[in-house]
């Protein structure tokens, strides 16, 4: 064997690996995010909310590898009622990079009574600047919130 096959041998080991290696590498490094959607948190230490009131809470956490524009937040109720809650908190966007700290939004659940019908149906929703949404999962039903009137 001569020296040129041993080389175009070489070529096409690390060719293919170098591609094979590549593409795990790109689906891998992707942004994965994580929202979480709780009820009945109490803020402490905060001016901007009211110590006394309960608050639901949204959580955005990238735990991929790529940074992420999160442009907007909401709570999507069910189709009955033909709205959907936009939390002007999320409006301005902001960016979740690798490792950084949770972007998190607060509701007031005072304004939420007239959907304690079907509460276990709401769920929050966030979308990147691209238009993909990332959905919570839905909450256990024996976790009933305060704001819910059986």
Known sequence: MDISAVASLCGIIFGVTGATLGAMSYFRDKAKIVVTLKWDMKIVNNP???ENKLW???TVTNV???PIFISAAALILPKK???VLVLF???GGSKLGEGDQPAT???NQSDLEEFSKDWYKIHAEVQDSTGKNYSSKKVCK?????????
């Open 89 to 91: 908190e999320s409006l």
């Open 64 to 66: 991929g590898r790529r």
């Open 48 to 50: 901007t909310y009211d």
């Open 56 to 58: 639901g809470m949204v």
């Open 105 to 107: 939004y607060f509701i």
């Open 142 to 150: 024996k976790n009933i919130p305060s704001w819910v009137k059986t």
């Open 81 to 83: 009622y033909d709205d």
